[in-house]
């Protein structure tokens, strides 16, 4: 038992980006989940969970995405202790802003911190991401990958993981709007169609490769270009009331170019602070909801760098 608690912000991450499905995310600074722990004799314990959304959070660490994945941590270093873990959630459920993902990852991250560092990066995405599989459904690790490693992340394959993060340029900013609407996120899978046109294949193939070579080498306006989706964006726009007008607003103040963040409901917009500051892009937005009654929280941002210890 220790009377020292190790503190680990997690940040929000955004998955998809344009025609990256599945396969592209990029770490915020923040908002973030703070996740607590200090090693007692055995077993794992939620013992406060504080935050949006804190009472939809099982304290079961068998149902709770903190535990579970610190857990697999633990299980993988042999090690011979237990954890006690507070959360305090900064994003709420349902988000589309990687919030059980961030809890995934924080509480890997936090159980590798205690256990003396021993796992590689590629073995902590993978304790992240089953943890997330068994809360949210379905393995992927396109939120966990960024929140653990920061930057934009790229994932070649999930079996065997096969996962890169490329720094975007300094200039890049980001807004994240969250309209007051829950998407689960297998709702939003539910949707999705089973086939895709080769057209739009190829479509996809050209902005994702342009995408990557835009973070690639700092061009700003081939990021704006390449951020575009003909096939999962279409599907899900019912799911997110307003979406055509939230981005087309966040474009006209100064976005270069505007998505549904993850899953929905969040939108994702990123912009040049060479030219911006962001706040008419989150007004903006803000104002496109709050004129049809609904409450929307804003973020501005930047790409950040993943888990740390605070
Ligand atoms: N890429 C997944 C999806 C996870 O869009 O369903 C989103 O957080």
Redesign the pocket.
């Known amino acids: 038992m220790s009377d020292e608690w190790v503190k680990i912000a997690a940040p929000a991450t955004s ?2 980006i344009g025609a990256g ?2 396969i592209f995310g990029i770490a915020f600074e923040g908002p973030c989940d703070i996740i607590e722990g200090r090693k007692t004799e055995s077993g794992i314990r939620i013992v406060e969970v504080n935050g949006p959304g804190a009472e939809s959070i099982p304290l079961d660490p068998d149902k709770n995405s903190v535990s579970i994945a610190a857990k697999e941590v633990l299980r993988r270093c042999n090690a011979d202790f237990g954890i006690d873990i507070k959360i305090t959630k900064g994003i709420r459920p349902c988000s ?1 802003m ?1 919030s059980s ?1 961030a809890s995934a990852s924080g509480g890997a991250y936090l159980a590798h911190v205690l256990t003396g560092e021993k796992l590689s990066m590629n073995d902590l995405i993978i304790c992240a991401a089953m943890a997330e599989g068994v809360t949210s459904g379905g393995f ?1 690790a ?2 966990v990958a960024p929140c653990l490693m920061g930057g934009f992340t790229i994932i070649r394959s999930n079996q065997p993981l096969d996962v890169m993060s490329v720094r975007p340029p300094e200039r890049l900013g980001i807004v994240a709007a969250l309209p007051d609407v829950l998407v689960p ?1 297998k709702d ?2 539910a949707v999705l169609p089973k086939e895709v046109a080769l057209k739009d294949m190829v479509f996809h193939i050209g902005h994702a490769s342009s995408l990557v070579y835009g973070m690639m080498s700092g061009d700003i306006d081939l990021i704006g270009r390449s951020i575009a989706d003909a096939v ?1 964006e279409p599907a899900r726009a019912k799911l997110v009331p307003h979406i055509k007008e939230a981005e087309e607003a966040a474009k006209a103040n100064g976005a270069i170019s505007s998505c549904i963040g ?2 929905g409901p969040c939108i994702l917009s990123l912009f040049d602070k060479d030219k911006t500051d962001g706040k008419a892009i989150a007004e903006a937005v803000r104002k496109v909801y709050s004129d049809s009654g609904m409450k929307c929280d804003t973020w501005i941002t930047n790409c950040g760098l993943g888990c740390r210890r605070i």
């Open positions: 998955a998809n499905f599945d589309g990687g993902g992927h396109d939120n996120t939003a899978r999962i993850g899953s």
